[in-house]
């Protein structure tokens, strides 16, 4: 009896702490649940794939297959499309598209990863969006319409520019200057219309939201435990996940006795970041790197969470209700407010805390940065000599089929690369050593195909093709090397080509 009281005198007063007037409107919460997932980084694709990456999609399907309410965004397609190619049943793929229809899986950014805005190339970049949008398009008739851009280190104008006129109709970035977000924060900032470009004027325009000081991680801290909160499916583990579903550090459940104790946490969370937005919605999302691999005890726990808030939310000030990133952006742009246009300034470098700026990685690990540019200068000769080679030869004699599968497969480690794990150098030496060998190989597979394009012996002009071509005249046939230049651009250029040969004899022609 005692106990009961005391229980209830708690309730009591601690709503009392949270009680609003009757004219305050709750804050709406949008609890978008995610998981960052790396494209390299600490593990390769294919540890990634097997620890945790395709569990993710296959307990979401089936999560939020069961309760309506439920929602998921999908971030970087190549984990997705390894999924959908490898491991999804057919039931698991009727789900996805009955959830996709129904807008509860929502697919945003739509590249293949994440990709870095400091030491990539233009080209390179919408590369990586083309070809995980593509896929997107023909699988689901879907186009992405919001950025994620929440893990690159730095925020370069050119992303918004190439994101609106992709037809983004939002960008959400996190990674900038700490003393600028702080900044930001207080003068209610983070969210604003930005024009990346002067020249471009208005269909370049696209409202950016920036994280606040808490990024896309949930905020951990649990007053009344010593185990992290909110991420009730623990850590996954490497190199293979826990027979017995067990991983470590798992949350606290949600019961009876802590369910309060959460609440009161969450709601202080949301109140507090409530204060640095100008209406009354808070984004709040739920998840951090490499989670949602065991979705049953993630949703499991927040439902019950959720529905206590919201039963108690006269009192809390706060409601709270699973959405994607599209609801959120929906509700803010509903207000109807004005928003302040920043212009054409970077957020670049990015620094963390004082003297701790983040360009190291604009040098690091040449060779790689090195090779990923070759290779992408390499897919797109490829690219362009082939389809001239098809308009000259539709049939020709190297197989369609046989030359996009060598095409496909640098485009795809091109993509890979981009990753802002990636071609940054922020890397293992293993992750490192994986994208450069899938480089290679494709680049190698690719100089296959550009042989073939030229020397397959079918008596074809292959003049039509090159352009210009460089031979030899009366060089002792032992001796005899081709070099073929092949000028991918549009335009002519004038350069110098140096080659070096083994023997007193060479022409140009
Ligand atoms: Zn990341």
Redesign the pocket.
Known sequence: MRSFWGVLACFVCCFDFFAVTEDDKPIQTFVIPHS?M?VG?VYTIQESMHAYAANVYTTVTEELSKAAERRFIAVEQEFFRLWWDTVATDTLKRQVRQLVKEGRLEFVLGGQV?HDEAVTDLEDEILQMTEGHGFLYETFGVRPQFSWHV?PFGASATTPVLFALAGFNAHVISRIDYDLKDGMQKDKKLQFVWGGSRSLKEKQLIFTHTMDQFSYCTPSHLPFSNSSGFYWNGVALFPDPPKDGVYPNMSLPVTKETVHAYAKTMVENIKQRAAWFRTNHVLWPWGC?KQFYNSSVQFSNMDPLMKYINQNSKQFGVTVQYSTLGEYFQAVHQSDLIWEQRGSEDFLPYSTEPHQAWTGFYASRNVLKGVARRASSQLHAAETLFTRYRICFPDGPVAKDWALDKLRALRWAVSEVQH??GITGTESPEVADMYLQHLTQAMMDVEELLAALFLLPHGLDTSDITGSLYGKTDVDEGLEQHVIVYNPLAWNITTIINTTVTFPHATGL
């Open positions: 960052h790396d980084w994440m893990d790197d802002h794990d």
